[in-house]
């Protein structure tokens, strides 16, 4: 079975300062791994994927993450953060093989951004 | 850039009330999804629907949940006697390919069971 965690529900960094959401999965296939971003009182939006092509994934607002195979991981990274980067972020994977199409989320972090 | 809609955004209903929660999505997506957020908690599946049939739906799905697409537009998600824990936010999602490299969010609707 798939899993992922995220490490640390909240996460407070200042204006400019660099961003770091931990995420690690667990999966007995090779994975699809996400990270949606969901602003307050809206849905989800994606921020970037790996699907099996270069390890380091360029997203969008800046952002970008790393696929590690050795250490599960597939972590948010943004230079420099900005106000409106406050959101809560979501890790997801799922099973490229399986035909439904299913993603399965972490416990989500919460970014904030203090001036 | 072609969106998912959902409506209502916000419903409130009694306890032991049919609801039914709609979707549009994208016009060419041809795979359909509904997720749940029930609120500080992450985001689960519910089910996958492609050709009129459901793909997998979760332990969650159970025969008070049904889904259909009425028409060539709409896909709904039906809770035919509503529970307090019941009380999250509903997503549905859409891809135009198998898997969910493609999926494209709804905003949500917020359902309150009181």
């Known amino acids: 079975a798939q899993s992922v965690t995220q490490l640390g529900s909240h996460v407070s960094v200042s204006e400019g300062a660099l961003v770091l959401l931990r995420c690690n999965y667990s999966?007995?296939?090779?994975?699809?791994l996400f990270w949606y971003v969901q602003y307050p009182n809206q849905g989800l939006q994606l921020l970037l994927k790996?699907?099996?092509?270069?390890?380091l994934v360029k997203g969008i607002n800046g952002f970008e993450a790393e696929f590690k195979k050795s250490e599960t991981s597939f972590h948010l990274t943004k230079p420099s953060a900005h106000m409106s980067d406050a959101a809560e972020y979501f890790c997801?994977?799922?099973?490229?093989?399986?035909?439904?199409?299913?993603?399965?989320f972490g416990q989500g972090t919460e970014l904030s951004v203090k001036p | 850039e072609p969106e998912v809609t959902q409506t209502p955004s916000h419903q409130v209903t009694q306890m032991g009330q049919e609801v039914i929660l709609r979707c549009v999505p994208i016009?060419?997506?041809?795979?359909f999804y509904w997720y749940r957020q029930i609120l500080g908690q992450k985001v689960e599946f519910l089910v996958s629907?492609?050709?009129?049939?459901?793909?997998?739906k979760s332990e969650i799905f159970d025969d008070q949940f049904s889904v259909e697409r009425p028409d060539g537009s709409n896909f709904t998600l039906k809770i035919r006697s509503t529970k307090l824990e019941d009380s999250a936010m509903y997503f549905c999602?859409?891809?135009?390919?198998?898997?969910?490299?493609?999926?494209?969010f709804g905003s949500g609707t917020r359902l309150t069971v009181v």
């Open positions: 999602a859409s891809s135009e390919v198998q898997g969910v490299a493609g999926y494209t």
């Open positions: 999966s007995s296939v090779p994975p699809y």
């Open positions: 790996y699907t099996s092509a270069a390890t």
């Open positions: 997801a994977v799922s099973d490229r093989n399986f035909q439904g199409g299913k993603l399965i």
């Open positions: 016009s060419n997506h041809l795979y």
């Open positions: 629907f492609y050709n009129n049939e459901i793909s997998e």
